[in-house]
Antibody, heavy 119, light 107 residues
């Protein structure tokens, strides 16, 4: 079955760039939308943005100026870049699939990766 | 921007109880409403999509209803493994996908 796995540094310094990659296995990334979502400690879920397999994107307006999501269909991966990070960006970051067949619900998730922003 | 308001924010219940969680959208979203279960240290799990469709593999004690702005998640008979936090989420967009604040269900 299709599985998602996040990878990237667990610690990022303030003002630097957070970079994460999600690898999709067991299926093709060339369909549906692919999202990044985060959960700060003790808080709720926040959608960061998504990318369509063709490259079209949609970002959370509150993060739009700092976010870039890209896709590499040859590697079955999509990636997140978040610039100028602060302590408020400390969170568990999840990649997920928005299934077009399920009303764009997030039906598949990675296990999540904790990213701390600290000097 | 579509705001999603869940109530209650937390509730205490016992095994076997019927539990109802509500979610209200700040504008109409049709049936673009999904429900997730979140346990500590685990990724969220999709329970209900399109307001009332049960995701494959999810027990039938979970059900969803509603359309427009008002939605409900019901657990007909709470089981020990159901103690978790539940989130609603609108996938109508405009301009962002948004989650409710969550409802923590504990003993």
């Amino acid at each position: 079955q299709v599985q998602l796995q996040e990878s990237g540094p667990g610690l990022v310094k303030p003002s630097e760039t957070l970079s994460l990659t999600c690898t999709v296995s067991g299926g093709s990334i060339s369909s549906d939308y692919w999202s990044w979502i985060r959960q700060p400690p003790g808080k709720g879920l926040e959608w960061i943005g998504y990318i369509y397999y063709s490259g079209g994107t949609n970002y959370n307006p509150s993060l739009k100026s700092r976010v870039t999501i890209s896709i590499d269909t040859s590697k079955n991966q999509f990636s997140l870049r978040l610039t100028s990070v602060t302590a408020e960006d400390t969170a568990v970051y999840y990649c997920a699939r928005n299934s077009l067949q399920l009303a764009r619900a997030f039906d598949l998730w990675g296990q999540g990766t904790m990213v701390a922003v600290s000097s | 921007d579509i705001q999603m308001t869940q109530s209650p924010s937390s509730l205490s219940a016992s095994v076997g109880d019927r539990v109802t969680i509500t979610c209200r959208a700040s504008q109409t979203i049709g049936t673009y409403l999904n429900w997730y279960q979140k346990k500590p240290g685990k990724a969220p799990k999709l329970l209900i999509y399109a307001a009332s469709s049960l995701q494959s593999g999810v027990p039938s004690r979970f059900s969803g209803s509603g359309s427009g702005t008002d939605f409900t998640l019901t657990i007909s008979s709470l089981q020990p493994e159901d103690f978790a936090t539940y989130y609603c989420q609108q996938s109508y967009i405009t301009p962002r996908l948004t989650f409710g604040g969550g409802t923590k269900v504990d003993i």
